[in-house]
């Protein structure tokens, strides 16, 4: 299995520019997320899907956008990329995301920087 | 969730154990504690998780205290390669969401 896919893996956006993190699973797990991890620091949790078709905020929301067309597929919109968004971006899967001490598998990361 | 206090950075010797201790004094009954781990660079791996009893795989061993205000990962021979950003977590049981502090940086020395 491919477990969590993401792409691109590296990426230089000019601010004001937008573009989409894919973010693709083959585990069929329910719920889905995107954190963002700044140098030194914890990841910090973007939005997050419990199923297709259902998307609720996170931590750190504001300048991003997702959608849940499909069970495998969870992209990241950045609308208009500021400095502030260069980070790493990592997606993660769970199956059963009201399962009792279920697991979250992480993507091997996306890193955004915004000149 | 319940909040986390870890110690910053540790230190071992390859092939002796290591030890992460964990605190958390305001963990409620239905959290499990959860070992997370970043080697630089990579997505967080999972270690392991538990409840109320010890647990073991083939990584690592978790200890929680009896009043389960505390944890400590147990990495039985460390090698050059347990040397990551390990981080502990507790959450419900519902909802996958996860609470990420800032972990302990762990360097094994050879």
């Known amino acids: 299995n491919a477990g969590v896919t993401q792409t691109p893996k590296f990426q230089v956006l000019k601010t004001g520019q937008s573009m989409t993190l894919q973010c693709a699973q083959d585990?069929?797990?329910?719920?889905m997320s995107w954190y963002r991890q700044d140098p030194g620091m914890g990841l910090r949790l973007i939005h997050y899907?419990?199923?297709?078709?259902?998307?609720d905020q996170g931590e750190v929301p504001n300048g991003y956008n997702v959608s849940r067309s499909t069970t495998e597929d969870f992209p990241l919109r950045l609308l208009s990329a500021a400095p502030s968004q260069t980070s790493v971006y990592f997606c993660?899967?769970?199956?059963?995301?009201?399962?009792?001490?279920?697991?979250?598998?992480f993507g091997e990361g996306s890193w955004l920087t915004v000149v | 969730d319940a909040k986390t206090t870890q110690p910053p950075s540790m230190d071992c010797a390859e092939g002796r154990a290591a030890n992460l201790p964990c605190n958390h004094s305001?963990?409620?009954?239905?959290?499990?504690v959860y070992w997370y781990r970043q080697i630089h660079s990579q997505g967080p791996q999972y270690i392991i998780h538990?409840?109320?009893n010890n647990e073991t795989n083939e990584m690592a061993s978790l200890i929680i205290t009896e009043d389960r205000k505390s944890s400590t990962l147990i990495l039985p021979h460390a090698t050059l390669r347990d040397t990551a950003v390990y981080y502990c977590?507790?959450?419900?049981?519902?909802?996958?969401?996860?609470?990420f502090g800032e972990g302990t940086q762990l360097t094994v020395n050879p």
């Open positions: 305001t963990i409620s009954g239905n959290e499990y």
């Open positions: 977590i507790v959450k419900e049981t519902s909802g996958s969401r996860l609470t």
């Open positions: 585990m069929n797990h329910e719920y």
């Open positions: 899907s419990v199923g297709a078709g259902i998307t």
């Open positions: 538990g409840l109320k």
């Open positions: 993660a899967s769970s199956y059963g995301w009201q399962v009792a001490g279920n697991t979250i598998y």
